[in-house]
Each structure stands twice: as structure tokens, then as C-alpha cells.
DNA sequence: TTATAATTTATAATGATTCTAAAGTAGTGT
DNA sequence: ACACTACTTTAGAATCATTATAAATTATAA
């Protein structure tokens, strides 16, 4: 019934105070069995659905940039038009279907590790980020 | 001494007349040994440094896009805030150095094939891409 | 309960990109 | 050389997502 108990303690232990928006939004976010992705512009709109009082964007901002912060978020950036957050954080690559658009987690096994035979001096690498376009094959 | 006969050539055979203000991106963009990679922005700045007069910023972008979609510039948007243009528009990856905000070409040969283990019914593969982040080693 | 620091909020500001419509230019035919 | 048309350039306005601001609210610890 009351979940939120583990939400609030997430925030906490994280520094986060767990107010009424956060918890809301983690609700929204974390309480599900699938990863998911989503916009900023997709979240606003959900939470716009709910006929509880209405969060504001500048919190809606604030508070997913800080689950990003806290690692609680993945942001997968397209473009300059599109940017995603994925709860799932951990190592994976994506599938973006460019007919709708849709973001498609690829599990760490659909890929086979990419291999570098690159390497500039003092330099070494941080990540690698594949992104799988795909399209109607009709 | 008179190359702009070649883009002029390049500009008209595909559709785009050769205007003082395209002859002279081209200039800028083709007219050296290696590829390289640019924001709207940089673009901007180098133009202005010249003592010509100045094109304007609307020409500057109307003149990306267009090279763009005839082919001539590939773009690479890494997020919100950057966006490089890239001269060399075959089929490549890219280290961005997250310490510079440098975009590095790597060659075909410097990334071994990427496989993709999963498809999805009625889809197909438009294209991969990989960018590798690197950052200082010390 | 009170003091405080963190958070939320509505609204304003920002800044990159795109739009607009008027002026300029290239290409074609005469 | 001239004129016509379509394309291009231009300055400035408009747009739109995001960030900043500063006042009101809330969580927390004393």
C-alpha cells in the first residue's frame, strides 16, 4: 500500500528531502517492472493527466535533473530536439526508431562489445555510447 | 590560383547557385587537406575574422543546411548545447574528448564492426553510431 | 515550536535556431 | 545589353526549450 516509505528513504539517503513533488515523480518514474524512457516534455504532460495538483515545470526540471545527478537517471541525448531519460543506468546501448521516433533499450548481450583500436596518448576512454537507427523495412 | 571554378561546378551540379557567400563556405569547409569538424558557431567566428563583408547569420545556417542535405556535410549532435558538422561524410565514428569538447574522426579500421544481435519484426537498420567519450588519463 | 536551509513556484530572461518579407542576385531568354 | 523570374541573402522579429530569479512554502533538526 505504502511504498512511498522506500522512496522517501532513496531521496534521503541520497540527500534528496522527500517532498511531495519527488516523491510524485519518483512514483511516476521508479515504480514499475520495465525500464522506461521518457522527455521532460513527456513527464509534464503524464503528470499533467493526474488530477492532483499540478507540479511546475521549473520543479519538474529541477527534479529530474537532480535524479540525474544522483545517478538515478541516464539522459540519452538525440539530438537537439530530443533528449531522453532512461531509468535504466546501467551500461547499454539503444535502438531509436526513427518513424516514431520510440527509444528501444538494447540489452548488454544484443550488442557485442565494441572494440577500439584507437588510443591517443594520455587520453583513455570514459564511454561508448552505440545508438542503432532503425527503420520501416516494409 | 582560381579553384572556385570547382566549387562553383560542385554548387551548380547539384542544384545550388554559387553565390559569393556559398563559394566562400566552400572555401572554408573543402578547401584543405583533412576533414574537419565545426559548430554553427565556430563557423561564425572564423567568417567574422576574415575582412570580408560579413555574411549573415541566417546565410550561415541556410548554407550548413543545405550542404547538409545535398550531402556535403554530415552532422554529429552530441547534445543540446553541440552540434558538429563533420566534412567528411562517409561512413565513421567519433571520439569526443569531454575535457576539450573535441570531436576526433576515428577511421573505419579503428572500430571493429559493430554487431547487433537483436531486430525487431518489420524494422530494419538505417545506421550505427558510435561515439566513445575520452577524457585525461593521469 | 522555532529557526534554518532546502525546495517549489510563477514568471522573467536567455539564447540558439527559425521565420519573415523586403532587397539583391544569378540564370535564361530576348 | 536588357528584362524577367526564381532563387538567395539579409536584418530583425518570433519561437521555444531551458535556465534564472526571488518570493513563498516546506522539511528538518534543535
Redesign the interface.
Known amino acids: 500500500m505504502d511504498n512511498n516509505t522506500d522512496f522517501i528513504e532513496k531521496l534521503r539517503s541520497s540527500g534528496l528531502r522527500p517532498t511531495k513533488q519527488r516523491i510524485r515523480i519518483c512514483k511516476l518514474l521508479f515504480d514499475r517492472k520495465k525500464t522506461f524512457h521518457f522527455t521532460i516534455n513527456d513527464l509534464s504532460k503524464t503528470l499533467k493527466k493526474e488530477n492532483i495538483k499540478q507540479i511546475s515545470l521549473a520543479t519538474i526540471y529541477n527534479t529530474v535533473h537532480s535524479f540525474k545527478k544522483k545517478g538515478y537517471l541516464k ?1 540519452i ?4 530536439e530530443m ?1 531522453y531519460f532512461d531509468t535504466n543506468t546501467s551500461d547499454h546501448h539503444h ?1 531509436l ?2 518513424n516514431t521516433n520510440q527509444l ?1 533499450d ?2 548488454k ?4 562489445k ?5 588510443n ?1 596518448p ?17
Chains 1, 2 share one sequence.
Do not use: A, P, Y
Open positions: 539522459e541525448s538525440i539530438n537537439r533528449s535502438f526508431d526513427i528501444i538494447l540489452k548481450e544484443d550488442v557485442e565494441v572494440r577500439i583500436k584507437k591517443l594520455g587520453k583513455k576512454i570514459n564511454s561508448i555510447e552505440v545508438l542503432v537507427k532503425i527503420e520501416n523495412s516494409n
